[in-house]
């Protein structure tokens, strides 16, 4: 499958614009190219922990991952719908600008979040070269399945490694605990590897590996 870019936008645009630079980096539109997969960018929203939209809706309208990445998350929703058919993966976020992780990393140091976020003094994270994505499930009517939190809820209740403690102490339901097992299962089968503290978030290669043999998403 060859997924290098995709082949949406011909009119002109601002130079500036995020979609028109994910493509000329060599960023692929994920869903384009597989269109079972689903896309909220939270980011685009003010529904997020910084509560104001980092994505103008104008310059980053869609989920771009590096045609790697992609390949991998195209398998993914095709070994979730082998066995769940009424399922379906969506993409809360994908590769992000580093003037992004800046905004990011500025309200993380206000706030004593450093830990839930990448530094982008040095080199940022997976999701700054295309090689990260942020996901859940949904069904055929839209409707996210329940994960015992939020996305980006950042304390230990979306922590992957306390998952059986939560259980135990009810804090998170079983069917969430099952929900968010079969979301693993599905995304390390396709090649991801998650994180302890983000049960949504899943990187394509580590951190050493993007940094060295991708590019970074800059202007």
């Known amino acids: 499958?060859?997924?290098?870019?995709?082949?949406?936008?011909?009119?002109?645009?601002?130079?500036?614009?995020?979609?028109?630079?994910?493509?000329?980096?060599g960023l692929t539109d994920v869903c384009y190219w597989e269109p079972a997969i689903q896309c909220h960018l939270v980011y685009a929203t003010a529904d997020n922990f910084i509560q104001k939209p980092l994505y103008n809706t104008t310059k980053l309208t869609r989920a771009w991952l590096h045609p790697h990445a992609a390949l991998k998350l195209i398998h993914a929703q095709e070994i979730l719908s082998n066995e769940r058919p009424e399922l379906s993966l969506l993409i809360y976020d994908a590769?992000?600008?580093?003037?992004?992780?800046?905004?990011?990393?500025?309200?993380?140091?206000?706030?004593?979040?450093?830990?839930?976020v990448s530094d982008?003094?040095?080199?940022?994270?997976?999701?700054?070269?295309?090689?990260?994505?942020?996901?859940?499930?949904?069904?055929?009517?839209?409707?996210?399945?329940?994960?015992?939190?939020?996305?980006?809820?950042?304390?230990?209740?979306?922590?992957?490694?306390?998952?059986?403690e939560l259980l135990r102490q009810r804090r998170i339901s079983p069917s969430e605990y099952q929900n968010r097992r079969l979301l693993r299962q599905v995304m390390e089968a396709a090649g991801f590897t998650s994180i302890r503290n983000e049960w949504w978030h899943f990187n394509?290669?580590?951190?050493?590996?993007?940094?060295?043999?991708y590019k970074l998403i800059d202007r």
């Not at 060859?2 to 493509?23: F, H, K, L």
């Not at 590769?95 to 839930?116: C, D, G, H, S, Y």
Request: aromatic letters at 10%; proline letters at 6%.
């Open 1 to 25: 499958m060859a997924i290098w870019g995709s082949v949406a936008q011909n009119r002109p645009v601002d130079t500036y614009n995020w979609d028109v630079r994910m493509r000329e980096l």
């Open 95 to 116: 590769a992000r600008p580093i003037e992004v992780q800046r905004t990011m990393a500025e309200w993380a140091k206000r706030t004593n979040n450093l830990n839930f």
């Open 120 to 164: 982008p003094a040095k080199g940022g994270g997976q999701h700054n070269y295309g090689m990260a994505v942020d996901v859940t499930l949904v069904n055929r009517q839209g409707e996210w399945l329940p994960m015992g939190t939020p996305f980006d809820f950042f304390g230990p209740e979306a922590y992957t490694d306390k998952e059986e």
């Open 204 to 213: 394509a290669c580590s951190s050493e590996e993007a940094k060295t043999r």
